[in-house]
């Protein structure tokens, strides 16, 4: 079976070398091959199928027409994940993450309209009428909120997925995602729960090569994915429209009415006294007579 990413491809990188083994947890035991020189190494064969699983979970997601956030603060992985995440067209948090920015969506969703409307009212020619010193503080404020929302300046709705780099340092993060049920894929090392995300990816998180490698792969499936959504779409917006048939009316066959006999009223001709019929005899008897 063809892999994404081959056992020496994962070597190079250094996807490997784990914690040392006193900051182990013991939940990874199943991910560990061995132990060299106080470290822990980590059985590549379980990350090379894990990062399948994953990629194909992020493929499907893409195919639905889905969006997935990139979630990396730490120094080695900040610049990787805004660069994959910007070529998949997906959403990224690359600074400190805030509490509350998934749980309480719509207090950030405010944040970033602040920041919307300080970019119109450069564009719109109100920075013109305010003095020097109330400019520079809406730059500054403006700066500001771009480089803590400017990964997610345009995510609408909550995302479908996660995309995570170290659990360890992104556990508000994970631990608001587990609250929402929000499917969470991330690189776990030797000292991580693995049991906290859906999708688990057993690597080496302070390596910038391992980091680089697999965003690179889950971003292609992302990439992949869309294209599949973008051609459905396609297909069924030039689908012809099913024109309106227009019934033409049947032949309503002609409606025979029975006529009922009319009521005698009293008074009329023929009603006895106290509305009795008065019997009438017939010619022939008259005759007879």
């Not at 090379?48 to 699983?53: E, N, S």
């Not at 948090?93 to 450069?122: C, H, P, Q, Y």
Request: glycine share 6%; aromatic share 6%.
């Amino acid at each position: 079976m063809a892999h994404y990413v081959s056992i020496e491809q994962l070597l190079e990188s250094g996807a490997h070398f784990g914690h040392l083994t006193r900051r182990w947890n013991p939940k990874m035991e199943k991910f560990i091959f061995t132990e060299k020189n106080g470290i822990h190494i980590i059985d590549l064969r379980k990350t090379q199928v894990l990062i399948d699983i994953a990629r194909e979970f992020l493929f499907n997601l893409a195919t639905q027409g889905k969006h997935v956030l990139f979630v990396g603060t730490k120094p080695q992985a900040k610049e990787i994940i805004a660069r994959e995440a910007t070529r998949c067209n997906s959403f990224y948090v690359v600074e400190r993450w805030l509490g509350g920015m998934l749980t309480n969506f719509a207090t950030i969703r405010k944040s970033i309209k602040r920041l919307n409307t300080i970019d119109k009212m450069e564009t719109d020619g109100t920075f013109e009428k305010l003095t020097k010193k109330e400019r520079l503080l809406l730059t500054r404020e403006r700066e500001r909120l771009r480089k803590v929302f400017g990964g997610i300046e345009d995510m609408l709705t909550l995302p479908s997925a996660l995309f995570i780099v170290d659990i360890k340092k992104e556990h508000i993060a994970v631990k608001e995602a587990r609250l929402l049920n929000i499917p969470t894929v991330a690189i776990v090392d030797t000292n991580c729960d693995p049991e906290l995300v859906d999708y688990p990816i057993p690597a080496n998180d302070d390596s910038k090569s391992t980091i680089e490698l697999i965003a690179r792969v889950m971003a292609d499936a992302i990439i992949e994915g869309r294209r599949v959504y973008e051609e459905r779409t396609r297909e069924f917006m030039a689908e012809p429209k099913i024109s309106e048939i227009e019934e033409i009316p049947a032949e309503t066959p002609p409606i025979k009415t029975k006529l009922r006999p009319r009521k005698t009223k009293k008074g009329d001709v023929g009603v006895g006294i106290g509305g009795k019929t008065p019997k009438v005899e017939s010619l022939e008897e008259e005759q007879g007579s």
